[in-house]
């Protein structure tokens, strides 16, 4: 199946720092790649939609100043977040759908970001 | 708003078959039922989707009732290694992004 991949798998950083998230789709080639926060017991949250060569969409709520997100190819997304705060702290998911099939996402392993 | 309702949590036995209920009442002719899983601080897995009839796989089954507007995951044998919260999901093609709700937390026993 299509394997989808994220670096790092966790990490800790002080507050105020900024943070890359990187996510690739290994076997196949991914026109849009989705970027979800997840808090501790809850449900996974869309925060923004990624094309590959344009600007991402993000969620009502999202700010997109403070998560940067680029789509520079059809296998590599980046989730940078921006002077991280201690609020920041989440589990960090990507997916990214195919060019073909019924519309199949993959998710990455996730990362698990803490802001001290 | 997420488009299905699932309890929050199940117990099964371990050997059985669980099965997990889904209501996506709203659903509409272009909209598919995906289920996806997700095991403690991993990324979701893929499980199984349908658009009209039952489909199964090398995991699991999925039925879709006649009028679609509910579907039941079944899982045949479970293993402690399907404990897991398990999303049922309903999207369009062309609407491209899936909307996760609360899940089901299957918990199975030994």
């Known amino acids: 199946g299509a394997v989808v991949s994220q670096h790092p798998s966790w990490v800790i950083c002080k507050s105020g720092t900024s943070v890359k998230i990187e996510c690739r789709s290994l076997?196949?080639?991914?026109?849009?790649m989705f970027w979800y926060r997840q808090f501790p017991k809850q449900s996974l949250m869309l925060m923004a939609t990624s094309n590959e060569g344009s600007k991402a969409t993000y969620e009502q709520g999202v700010e997109k100043d403070k998560f940067l997100i680029n789509h520079a190819s059809l296998t590599l997304s980046t989730l940078t977040v921006t002077s991280a705060h201690p609020e920041d702290s989440s589990f960090y998911i990507c997916?990214?759908?195919?060019?073909?099939?019924?519309?199949?996402?993959?998710f990455g392993p996730g990362t698990r970001l803490t802001v001290t | 708003d997420a488009k299905t309702t699932q309890p929050p949590s199940m117990d099964c036995a371990e050997g059985r078959a669980a099965n997990l209920p889904c209501n996506h009442s709203?659903?509409?002719?272009?909209?598919?039922v995906y289920w996806y899983r997700q095991i403690h601080s991993q990324g979701p897995q893929y499980i199984i989707h349908?658009?009209?009839n039952n489909e199964t796989n090398e995991m699991a089954s999925l039925i879709i009732t006649e009028d679609r507007k509910s579907s039941t995951l079944i899982l045949p044998h479970a293993t402690l290694r399907d404990t897991a919260v398990y999303y049922c999901?309903?999207?369009?093609?062309?609407?491209?992004?899936?909307?996760f709700g609360g899940g089901t937390r299957l918990m199975v026993k030994p």
């Open positions: 709203t659903i509409s002719g272009n909209e598919y």
């Open positions: 999901i309903v999207f369009e093609y062309a609407g491209n992004m899936l909307t």
């Open positions: 997916s990214a759908r195919g060019l073909a099939g019924a519309g199949e996402q993959y």
């Open positions: 349908g658009l009209k």
């Open positions: 076997d196949f080639q991914a026109t849009t």
